[in-house]
């Protein structure tokens, strides 16, 4: 299983950890209480695979050769697909889709759309659960304004109730492709995606999807 260069850091203290307990259980514990703490010590290295893991994503033909893709940037849930007023970036009114990420998904995430990032912004706040409505808004985050050939799409990294990191390796006046990797959230969030209002969009809320590889719209 390949883990996330995102996650190096908090992935190997956290196996660290856990073998540390399983040393500690093997030399000091015994009996069912022993059992117990290496239970303990086991489950916390499995979860830190599992949380850090990144699988290869297959970017759909068609969003590779057609720029006006929206491709689904994390896996999860649809929450919300809803209009808003966008006044970072679109300043516009737009729709924003949004996709809660629990924290048995990837959390590795990826771009959905294809052109020049015009604009980033990190914003500390608050740390509402995920799947609130006003945790776009609230909530610390990171948000990424992109330039396509079709429009104008924004989308944001939100921190939730146990996600306290971002990672984000966008600036200003790069050049993102769909489905290319541009960081991650830890440890439970949500990505909202602003497009305009003439796109088409595909999903709808309570659809599962799979980032890089699920196709949310067109940017028209």
Request: some cysteine.
């Amino acid at each position: 299983m390949t883990l996330t260069r995102y996650g190096y850091d908090n992935a190997l203290l956290m196996i660290g950890i856990g073998a540390t307990i399983i040393t500690i259980s093997y030399i000091f514990a015994r009996g069912w209480f022993g059992w117990v703490i290496t239970a303990l010590g086991t489950l916390i290295i499995c979860f830190t695979l599992w949380f850090f893991r990144d699988p290869e994503r297959i970017i759909p033909q068609e969003a590779m050769q057609d720029e006006s893709i929206i491709l689904a940037p994390a896996d999860g849930k649809i929450v919300e697909v809803t209009p808003v007023q966008e006044n970072n970036y679109l300043h516009s009114p737009a729709i924003q889709i949004s996709i809660f990420l629990s924290p048995l998904d990837v959390h590795v995430n990826r771009s959905p759309v294809t052109g020049s990032v015009g604009f980033y912004k990190y914003m500390p706040g608050d740390y509402l659960v995920a799947w609130h409505p006003k945790s776009s808004e609230l909530n610390e985050q990171s948000r990424i304004g992109v330039q396509t050939k079709n429009g104008k799409v924004l989308f944001k990294q939100i921190t939730g109730y146990l996600a306290r990191r971002i990672v984000c390796e966008v600036k200003e006046g790069d050049i993102l492709h769909s489905g290319e990797k541009i960081g991650m959230m830890k440890f439970g969030s949500r990505m909202d995606i602003i497009v305009p209002t003439t796109s088409k969009i595909n999903v709808k809320i309570g659809d599962v999807v799979v980032g890089g590889e699920t196709i949310l719209g067109r940017v028209e």
